[in-house]
């Protein structure tokens, strides 16, 4: 990773992500990230003809799958 993108990652005044740096931050693919936005499970947002993703959303994403797994 190079110093750009982990500025990126860290960055807490980023208000939305872009899916790769949503991706970054719960450690999971692209593609997979892009088909938990289409199944509804990430929040997203269109921005003109964008796609960008709250920076609260994959930490809601990852308490709706703990509290799931508690659950279980």
């Not at 949503?22 to 936005?37: D, E, F, K, P, Q």
């Amino acid at each position: 990773m190079d110093t750009v993108k982990v500025a990126d990652v860290m960055d807490s005044t980023l208000v939305l992500l872009t899916v790769e740096e949503a991706a970054r931050r719960l450690r999971i693919g692209r593609t997979t990230c892009y088909a938990l936005i289409r199944s509804g499970e990430l929040e997203s947002v269109p921005v003109g003809r964008l796609r960008r993703v709250p920076a609260d959303a994959p930490a809601a994403y990852v308490a709706r799958l703990r509290t799931a797994y508690r659950a279980a």
